[in-house]
Nanobody
Framework: VQLVESGGGLVQAGGSLRLSCAASGRTFSSYAMGWFRQAPGKEREFVAAINRSGGITDYADFVKGRFTISVDNAKNTVYLQMNNLKPEDTAVYYC????????????????WGQGTQVTVSS
């Protein structure tokens, strides 16, 4: 599975961005999908995940109520809608695919995209 993220950029605090992750290769719907992020000097951290059918989602506490993960299996694309962005959301955002199921753990994801930069100015 090849994953390509897009949609990152520079936004002011309180603004919104929608990240997209387009998948190609094996059957997209066979994988649970997740979003992670990594800020400079910090560990990669879990942001959100969605199960294979798209019926179950899970979020890190620091994004609950602000971010929404969704999937369009017809387009082989997973999205991360980010609202009310804060400067501390600044990071490289990665999407990932897991054949095991949705998880908070990066090591349970088999495939990763190259990342897209999100910068939130104060």
């Amino acid at each position: 599975v090849q994953l390509v993220e897009s949609g990152g950029g520079l936004v002011q605090a309180g603004g919104s961005l929608r990240l997209s992750c387009a998948a190609s290769g094996r059957t997209f719907s066979s994988y649970a999908m997740g979003w992670f992020r990594q800020a400079p000097g910090k560990e990669r951290e879990f942001v959100a995940a969605i199960n294979r059918s798209g019926g179950i989602t899970d979020y890190a506490d620091f994004v609950k109520g602000r971010f929404t993960i969704s999937v369009d299996n017809a387009k082989n694309t997973v999205y991360l809608q980010m609202n009310n962005l804060k400067p501390e959301d600044t990071a490289v955002y990665y999407c990932a695919a897991s054949s095991w199921g949705y998880s908070h753990q990066a090591y349970e994801y088999d495939y990763w995209g190259q990342g897209t930069q999100v910068t939130v100015s104060s």
